[in-house]
């Protein structure tokens, strides 16, 4: 399911939109996101898509292996 919730960033309310199901995220002009940070008075429409965020691996000093 698409999540949009309100975020505070120093000071400031923005529109954090994402998929609680591991999914990329489309935005109404066709570009995929993994997750959107908006400000609030924004227009952009998101949908959720049918494709799976690939899963990174990250070896033991935390880099992405």
Known sequence: MLITEEIEID???FK???S????YI???DGVKFAD?????DTKHV???SNEEMLKQE???EGKII
Do not use: L, S
Request: proline letters at 0%; aromatic letters at 8%.
């Open 46 to 48: 998101y949908t959720e």
């Open 26 to 28: 489309i935005r109404e």
């Open 11 to 13: 000071g400031r309310m």
């Open 58 to 60: 990250q070896n033991e």
């Open 20 to 23: 609680d199901i591991n999914h």
């Open 36 to 40: 959107a940070i908006d400000v609030i």
């Open 16 to 18: 954090h939109n994402y």
